[in-house]
């Protein structure tokens, strides 16, 4: 008995299964086209597969040499086309239903239309997933460890993304705070300055080898609007060539007119600028010091325009805006104006407008002797002893005043290596000081939460080099990713999100944008060429500014090695400078590489059409290629 009830249900099995295949309707043919992504020609022997959503059914094909791929008796209903030839990328060509009523005999996808094939970069390799053929059967495998690895490049990826995006956000508030700020400051009435019963002040003039400026900056300073009986020149000297004498001449010349002024010589430099600045405190005969580098040339109005903003007891500082004396003696001058406007206007206008922390920036400004002291001096256990300073004295209660009317002018580097000079030790200060100042910000009582966050995103700022030169060496990983995880190209997708990081950079820029003519298009037209130009050349100086970070963080300490001046505004003038380092480093030689990855890369994926990060990678390469032919051609050139 049992085994007929076990017949009966395999009988009833059997005709319930013929009665449901009886019911599947199929199409007699499918056919459709495939060409190539870049040429738009046919290719043939290509492997296409279709799913149906009905059985499940899995039915391969291969175009012919016209690139048609055929078909044969498919269910009716909903099905999927995928492109699996290995040296192709594998993608989904298209989901579709077919009808009973219009496709029982031949469905054909339009030709006008067709289905693209993009190959695989001949270069890359696919460390993906594999087709593994076992027992008559084929299936693809998955490398695991393949996977994991792909998941943590693409984590640390999104990871400087979001943090890349973290800074654009911030430097975008700043934008909007100093577009507020600027409409107020049209109407802002300079405070009253009684010039009778001016505070005295010194001026200091800080210099170590500074041969080519040297006569320059005294002879400004001496020309200072300001009453002498309430004036004092300091020139802290710690120089090891004949700038000495040419100094002590200057000094004797000055001083022969009446003036207030002292030769100050070093033979000892420790603390570099930050000791000389100190050991001459205990000479510091004004109330007030104003702090200019040699390379700088304020007009004679100074005092009188910086003293007035001095009008609570609580300001500490006044700083100035810095001109550019050189701004059109090359590319490189101008887009270093150009960056360095972004930090004047925007930066320090929109920071003080909002009263976050701001900084001294090591000259062009005024500070309040008092100030100084309370704050515990000038210490030297950084190289940016200003920005040390500055954040020391406002977390005592002390308030800067920024004047961005008011112009200091000062000479630009204009060699590679002077330029990369002057950067690497304002990114390795800058992270000096945040490791140094990061819990003081985070503890101190009192500070508000913005405050807070603003602090930190300001000593963090030059960290955003590390994050962009691992972003760039990441993406060669994340272009074989893109080739051999099709599940994981949806990450990939998601962070072209974070290009907006590049939108709020240029709005960013567009506001402190000086050379605007009246004429909107025709200003926007040159901004964005000199906004490419900029980003291009500074993405590509984040590998020696990123090791400048690194040290910074990891606590090495080096020298504090001054920018040269040239004293030069036209490109006939300059005949050398024996101050200029002219040597080819480790550093030079790996932005030589880079330059040839990103640029091979570059041309690779065009040629396969796979456009995605080539205009990423092309401006990498233009950007190191400037940095590295221009210090090949610096080496080249005969010592001054």
């Known amino acids: 008995m049992r085994n007929f009830f076990l017949i009966l249900a395999l009988f009833v099995t059997t005709i319930s299964a013929h ?25 043939e022997k ?18 012919d040499e016209n690139g048609v791929f055929t078909f044969r008796n498919v269910p009716i209903g909903k099905s999927m086309l995928m492109l699996i030839d290995e040296d192709y990328r594998a993608d989904t060509l298209k989901m579709f239903e077919t009808n009973a009523k219009e496709h029982l005999v031949h469905y054909t996808f ?42 943590v490049i693409l984590v640390i990826y999104g990871i400087c993304l979001l943090l890349i995006f973290y800074y654009s956000m911030v430097q975008l508030s700043l934008a909007f705070a100093y577009r507020k700020q600027r409409k107020a400051q049209q109407s802002r009435v300079e405070p009253a300055f009684d010039l009778a019963n001016a505070p005295k002040v010194t001026v200091q003039l800080p210099m170590f080898n500074e041969m080519y400026v040297a006569d320059r900056i005294i002879d400004t300073i001496a020309e200072f609007d300001y009453p002498r009986d309430k004036f004092q020149i300091q020139v802290l000297d710690d120089s090891t060539d004949e700038t000495k004498d040419i100094i002590a001449k200057k000094v004797a010349e000055v001083a022969a007119r009446g003036i207030n002024i002292q030769h100050i010589h070093r033979t000892d430099r420790t603390g570099y ?67 360095l406007n972004g930090h004047f206007a925007i930066e320090q206008g929109g920071r003080n407008a909002q009263g976050h922390y701001i900084n001294f920036n090591g000259t062009a400004g005024v500070w309040r002797k008092a100030c100084i002291e309370d704050a515990g001096g000038w210490e030297h256990d950084t190289i940016t002893e200003d920005l040390d300073l500055s954040y020391r004295a406002q977390m005592r209660g002390w308030k800067f005043n920024y004047l961005e009317e008011v112009e200091s002018p000062a000479e630009l580097p204009i060699t590679m290596s002077a330029l990369k000079s002057q950067q690497h030790r304002w990114m390795k200060g800058g992270a000096e000081v945040f490791i140094k ?8 009582k009192g500070l508000k939460f913005s405050d807070r966050l603003h602090g930190l995103a300001h000593l963090f700022n030059s960290s955003v080099f590390v994050f962009i030169l691992i972003l760039s060496l990441l993406s060669l990983p994340v272009l074989h990713i893109k080739d051999s995880f099709s599940d994981l190209n949806f990450f990939i997708q998601v962070g072209a999100f974070f290009l907006s990081s590049t939108v709020f950079l240029a709005f960013y820029y567009w506001n402190a944008y000086r050379d605007k003519t009246g004429n909107f298009f025709s200003d926007l037209f040159r901004f964005v060429g000199r906004f490419v130009q900029f980003l291009t050349v500074s993405m590509a100086l984040s590998l020696s500014n990123a090791v400048a970070v690194i040290e910074g963080y990891l606590g090495i300490k080096s020298s504090f090695v001054r920018t040269p001046k040239f ?23 790996a932005e030589g590489v880079l330059m040839l990855v990103f640029g091979f890369t570059a041309v690779n994926r065009a040629i396969y059409g796979d456009l995605g990060m080539v205009p990423f990678h092309l401006m990498l390469t233009i950007g190191y290629a400037v940095i590295f032919f221009n210090t090949l051609k610096e080496n080249r050139s005969p010592q001054g």
């Open 19 to 43: 009665a449901t295949k009886d019911r599947i309707q199929y199409s007699k043919k499918i056919e459709g086209y495939l060409v190539d992504y870049k040429t738009r020609n046919e290719v």
């Open 110 to 151: 339009s030709k006008t239309q067709p289905f693209t094939a993009n190959l695989k970069v001949s270069w890359m390799f696919n460390w993906g997933d594999r087709k593994v053929t076992e027992n008559g059967k084929t299936f693809i495998k998955e490398h695991y460890w393949s996977h994991v690895l792909a998941k």
């Open 567 to 589: 004293n030069v505004a036209k490109k006939d003038e300059f005949t050398g400078n024996k101050y200029d380092k002219k040597s080819l480093s480790i550093i030079n030689i």
């Open 437 to 444: 100042m990061w819990r003081r910000i985070v503890s101190t």
């Open 46 to 63: 290509v492997k296409v597969s279709l799913t149906s959503n009905v059985t499940g059914k899995v039915y391969t094909s291969e175009t």
């Open 273 to 339: 600028k930050a000791g000389a600045l100190d050991a001459a405190m205990d000479q510091v005969e004004g109330e007030f010091i104003a702090i200019f580098d040699a390379d700088f040339v304020p007009d004679k109005d100074f005092l009188l325009r910086t003293m007035p903003y001095f009008n609570t007891d609580k300001i500490g500082v006044v700083q100035t805006r810095w001109g550019h004396l050189n701004k059109t003696y090359s590319l490189l001058t101008e887009l270093q104006a150009f960056g």
